[in-house]
């Protein structure tokens, strides 16, 4: 009915991993398999997938660390038990910009706007994309005059200052697509993630 909001990972490496680029990572990871380890905020989350379907998309092999929670999973990313990790941009942009993180690319179809010194990892892996979203959905059948009127309220609060501040001190950005597409979107991305949690053999605890 209503998508609310796109929340960008970031493929983030500890400063100790010889590799500069997304193109430098999949080459020392394919040199050196199964030494590199990355970390998630737990088994089946949101980085934990991403990762995977970064390693199916490169055909590479890393091993997944879990943790509990974001903030552990990136703290021993940056004292260096684990190597990598792809997670929200909120949580490693500041220590990319710290340099005690290096930021090699981020899971979105273009750069962000917010450190468009990062590249894009579907400039080396093409059409890339594993960016955490949100929406709203309605029940089967509710009139196409509702959904709109429901769209365009929505649209108009997402846009408002106040959510555009709110969203940004989350590390996410207002998804503004037509309800048509966002629908369409969702029928993709099923088989889509389906394909890669069975690749991984992700199963939640």
Request: zero cysteines; a positive charge; aromatic letters at 6%.
């Amino acid at each position: 009915m209503a998508p609310l909001a796109l929340v960008p990972n970031v493929l983030v490496v500890n400063p100790t991993v010889p590799a500069r680029t997304v193109a430098e990572l999949i080459a020392y990871a394919k040199a050196n398999p199964n030494k590199l380890n990355y970390s998630s905020a737990g088994q089946g989350s949101a980085a934990h997938i991403a990762m995977a379907a970064f390693n199916l998309a490169a055909g590479i092999t890393m091993t997944h660390v879990p943790y509990r929670g974001t903030a552990p999973s990136v703290g021993d990313l940056i004292a260096g038990q684990v190597q990598v990790t792809m997670t929200g941009v909120l949580s490693v942009l500041q220590h990319v910009r710290a340099g005690t993180l290096r930021g090699l690319g981020v899971s979105t179809a273009k750069r962000l706007a917010v450190a468009p010194e990062i590249p894009a990892v579907a400039e080396t892996i093409k059409d890339f994309e594993a960016s955490q979203w949100y929406g709203l959905v309605a029940p089967a059948g509710m009139p196409a005059p509702v959904l709109q009127r429901l769209h365009g309220e929505i649209a108009t609060i997402m846009r408002s200052a106040d959510i555009t501040q709110r969203l940004a001190t989350e590390g996410a950005e207002y998804w503004d697509i037509a309800p048509t597409e966002f629908r369409a979107h969702v029928a993709r991305e099923i088989p889509r993630w389906k394909i890669v949690i069975e690749a991984a053999k992700i199963k939640v605890d």
